[in-house]
């Protein structure tokens, strides 16, 4: 997974210390054309006041944009509508990201809030559908992975990784009667203190779940290499399962002008003899030396530096690095 963490975002690196990296942004495509304003009547406009004069100026918003992946996009699909709002536009993407002309897609509202819609037969095909709101912009993708479908437990469609605290992948479970999609819960336990860490369910069809978690810790991934995940249904029962999953973080202190830096890392949820490729790409004003590194988890966890970053300008640092599981 490319990684790039930009300078002066809401989840950047320490400006005063070593600190934790957190997720910040998965490095989504570029949005062009008419899916980059919110909507399709430019409603992302708000009123700031700047204090200047006492003029108020109108401050296009950057809509929110989220991807998330079904098994299937055939059936009834059920949006969160905390990631569209008001859905304006169904339309059909290919392989290539390409999109396709708006389709007429009834869409209802549920007595929860959520939307529903089924796409037509002639859609049947689509790689994935991008689903434009008042409020966000919604790219929903059919994995490329067969479908078996859920059986009788709770299963994931994905090689579930956390990155920097982040996970994003969609669950199957046994088909369900679904009447209010904003009544089923998924959380995921963390090991250290038997509680669990909720997530938000993005997207949903009957036996399947879109979802994303924030801020998990390495505990929770157990000795195991194993997430224990639990989705709450309306009546109070619940639907498990004990899923392979693993991590990264990456530490980097606060750099000073021409002096390298560390970068280090930990992983968790792997054996310590796996293996773990970096690759760095130096930006205008960077060197990171070495741009390659290979290291087991052992030696990760260790401490040893993986590279060294340094800078012609000191402070937090913009970062791109590709982290892959090679053993």
């Known amino acids: 997974m490319r990684i790039i963490i930009e300078r002066g975002l809401v989840l950047a690196l320490a400006v005063f210390a070593v600190h934790l990296f957190t997720a910040m942004s998965m490095a989504s495509p570029v949005m062009t054309g008419e899916l980059s304003g919110r909507g399709e009547n430019n409603a992302g406009l708000n009123s ?44 059909a993407i290919d392989k290539n990201g390409l999109l396709g002309e708006k389709m007429s897609v009834e869409t209802r509202i549920m007595t929860d809030g959520w939307r ?10 689509a790689y994935g559908v991008i689903v434009s709101g008042d409020e966000g912009i919604l790219k929903l993708s059919r994995s490329e992975k067969p479908f078996a479908g859920p059986g009788g ?88 399962g004990n899923l392979p999953a693993w991590g990264y973080n990456i530490m980097v202190p606060e750099t000073e002008v021409d002096k390298p830096a560390p970068i280090t890392a930990e992983v968790f949820g792997l054996p310590d003899d796996s293996e773990i490729r970096f690759d760095f790409t130096s930006l205008s004003g960077q060197i990171i030396d070495p741009s390659t590194r290979i290291l087991t988890v052992g030696e990760i966890n260790r401490g040893e530096t993986v590279s060294t970053i340094t800078t012609e300008f000191g402070g937090a640092q913009p970062l791109t690095v590709l982290i892959k599981r090679v053993k």
Request: overall charge negative.
């Open 153 to 240: 437990e709770l299963k994931s469609i994905n090689d579930d990784i956390i990155e920097f605290g982040s996970l994003n992948t969609t669950f199957t479970f046994p088909g369900q009667n679904v009447l209010e999609p904003s009544e089923y819960e998924i959380g995921i336990r963390n090991n250290a203190d038997n509680s669990f860490i909720n997530g938000n369910i993005i997207a949903m069809k009957s036996d399947q779940a879109a979802v994303e978690f924030l801020d998990l810790p390495p505990t929770s991934v157990n000795k195991e290499g194993l997430i224990h995940v639990s989705l709450k249904k309306p009546d109070g029962t619940f639907i498990n």
């Open 48 to 91: 700031t006041r700047l204090g200047i004069d006492g003029v108020d100026v109108a401050i296009a918003a950057q809509p929110q944009y989220t991807e998330a992946v079904l098994a299937s996009l055939d059936g009834e699909i059920y949006i969160n509508p905390k990631y569209t709002g008001k859905v304006t536009a169904v339309r």
């Open 116 to 125: 529903k819609f089924s796409l037509p037969s002639s859609m049947s095909g």
